[in-house]
């Protein structure tokens, strides 16, 4: 059996496999071992945009609140206030990398409340 040397080993090629190999990149070599093939994941069946405050007038509590309401209030909140806080930031990296959010226009997501299909992946606010 070959053996590979690897710095990072990355298990599984969805979003968060690729986000991860791509921050570990400058620190060393990156080799990611996922199964089937590199587009089977979660990640490349996601359909409807990803739920991030963006919209004027939103607010992180109001995307707490209806996270844990969403959840019937079974999440962790601490989990959801990180999730939220630290969602706008992450969403903005994932468009400089490239990632086909629906813009209105350049670097401002065109934003719904409605879930869509795949073409039209946008962010959508809570
Ligand atoms: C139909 C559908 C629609 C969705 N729509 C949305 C949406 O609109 N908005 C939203 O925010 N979320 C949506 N989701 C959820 C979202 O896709 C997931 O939360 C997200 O993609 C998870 O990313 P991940 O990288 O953690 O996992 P995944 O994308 O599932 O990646 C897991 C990776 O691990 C690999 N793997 C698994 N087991 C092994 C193993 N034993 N050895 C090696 N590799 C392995 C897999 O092959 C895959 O590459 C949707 C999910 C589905 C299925």
Known sequence: MPRIKTDFLVLGSGITGLFAALKLAPYGSV??????????????YAQGGI????????????????TLEAGAWLCDPAAVQVLVE????????????????????????????????RQRTRSITS
């Open 51 to 66: 739920a991030s405050v963006f919209a004027e007038g939103d607010k992180l509590e109001d995307h707490v609140r209806d």
């Open 86 to 117: 630290e969602g706008p930031p992450l969403v903005k990296e994932l468009l400089n990398y490239g990632v086909p959010f629906n813009l209105e226009a350049p670097g401002k997501f065109d934003l719904s409340r409605n879930i869509l299909i």
């Open 31 to 44: 080799v990611i071992v996922t199964k089937k093939s590199d587009y089977e994941s979660n990640t490349n």
